[in-house]
């Protein structure tokens, strides 16, 4: 039989589809994307703001129609949105055959064959639970980069955000779990390694009792093939000088880090119930930068918070301007049901919001195409991502670009290169976020 599987939403969540479609391969489903040909669809939904749960929407919709229709057999919906609205969605979408929480997962071969012997019901597990199932993953990134998750959930319980009721506390993967499956990854072919959870730099506190990231970076560096490991999800206040030690002496760990910090206003930052100060904010940049010249920061604010004046509006932009982060994203605030930001006074009219939102980007796009040309001339390490088409020209991406969602370098050469191999190449122009280069 054939099984389509739509992943939505995060990075994080698409760990989870991997492990379902291992499994799934594991007992000989074949995998499509045709929806017309598929007997099985299963959609890993999201919906950590209001756009992501409207797509999740808009994709059970279009998929019920294939049940409704005959073609498909079994509707599954699995992830944040099924743990959030469980008996909803099977009440309101009655095509659905199977809802599965986000700690049962690891059911998902329980939930097929439920699904097919014509059974509707919700599969849900102890929200702290940690599903570990010995099925290796089905690797969908393209073979040379995946994404490991060393944790799940989340402490921290910002106003704004529904995560910790959906994904439960923040619980560790077992040290011994993760080189597993690090190796495994190597062995399938895969040079990058990037380290995602809701929070990373948390890691192993509450396993070992001590922040554990630094003691785990140095295991997996020690691992044959995988040529860069690239961390996510560092909180700025939870970063010690243990951690940036290891990132300094380890030449697999790439020099960039993406520290989600929200907001630069002390008031906003204490509303969001966020664990740091504008000037920890600024002295962790400033630190990170001392230590690590050539570290490449990401980050992402919210736009829009519940009371936000224009001044604070302001303070951010000259955050901003002055701090220079090399990637960000702002995000409009998302007024989230069962989150206390939802039930703030003060609510911002959607428009105020986008427009604040467009200022920060419009600024952070001129301070990208300026980093983007202080890059000429010097010589980097890129991975191979493919060819371009047609043309003699390749794609790739430096140490300071994340998969998905930061630039791309484009090396024009006649010299067959193969994806997923590194090759030093010459930046000699740039183009808005992405660079131009040429061999060495």
């Not at 200022?359 to 010097?378: N, P, S, T, V």
């Not at 290169?417 to 010459?426: C, E, N, Q, T, Y």
Request: proline share 3%; aromatic share 6%.
């Amino acid at each position: 039989m054939k099984i389509l599987f739509i992943s939505l939403g995060c990075d994080k969540n698409l760990v989870d589809t991997e492990v379902m479609l291992g499994m799934l391969a594991s007992r000989g489903y074949e995998m499509t994307n045709d929806e017309q040909e598929a007997d099985i669809i299963v959609i890993n939904t999201c919906c950590f703001i209001h756009d992501a749960k409207e797509e999740s929407i808009q994709n059970i919709l279009e998929m019920a129609e294939y049940k409704k229709n005959g073609s498909a057999k079994a509707l599954i919906v699995t992830g944040c949105m099924a743990e959030r609205y469980r008996q909803e969605i099977l009440d309101e979408i009655p095509e659905v055959d199977e809802v599965l929480g986000t700690t049962a997962y690891d059911r998902i071969l329980d939930a097929v064959d439920a699904a097919l012997a014509g059974q509707h019901e919700v599969m849900t597990a102890d929200l702290d639970a940690l599903p570990l199932p010995e099925t290796k993953r089905l690797v969908t990134t393209g073979g040379h980069f995946a994404y490991l998750k060393i944790a799940e959930g989340c402490d921290k319980h910002c106003t704004y955000c529904i995560i910790p009721k959906i994904r439960g506390n923040f619980r560790s993967v077992p040290m011994e779990r993760l080189l597993k499956e690090a190796q495994d990854l190597a062995e399938q072919g895969v040079k990058e390694l990037i380290l995602v959870a809701q929070e990373t730099t948390l890691y192993g506190k509450d396993l070992y009792g001590e922040k554990s990231l630094p003691k785990l970076l140095r295991e997996l560096c020690k691992i044959s093939g995988i040529r860069w490991i690239r961390i996510l999800y560092c909180y700025p206040e939870e970063i010690t000088d243990e951690l940036i030690q290891v990132m300094k002496e380890e030449p697999k760990i790439c020099h960039y880090l993406d520290l989600p910090i929200q907001h630069a206003n002390d008031t906003i930052l204490k509303r969001m119930g966020r664990r740091t100060s504008k000037q920890e904010l600024i002295d962790i940049v400033q630190k990170l930068r001392k230590e690590i010249p050539d570290i490449c920061l990401r980050t992402t604010l919210i736009t829009g918070f519940p009371g936000e004046t224009q001044e604070q509006h302001e303070e951010v932009m000259e955050f901003i301007d002055t701090l220079e982060f090399d990637r960000l994203g702002a995000f409009t605030y998302s007024p989230e049901e069962d989150t206390p930001a939802a039930t703030f006074e003060d609510q911002i009219d959607e428009e105020v919001k986008e427009d604040r939102q467009a200022d920060i980007m419009e600024l952070q796009q001129e301070i990208a195409f300026d980093k983007a040309e202080d890059m000429i001339g010097r010589e980097v390490l890129v991975m191979i991502e493919g060819k371009v088409a047609d043309e003699n020209a390749y794609v790739g991406r430096t140490y300071r670009d994340a998969p998905n969602v930061d630039g791309l370098i484009f090396i024009n050469t006649d010299v067959e290169l193969i994806s997923g191999d590194f090759a030093k190449v010459k930046v000699t122009g740039a183009l808005d976020y992405d660079l131009i280069g040429e061999l060495m």
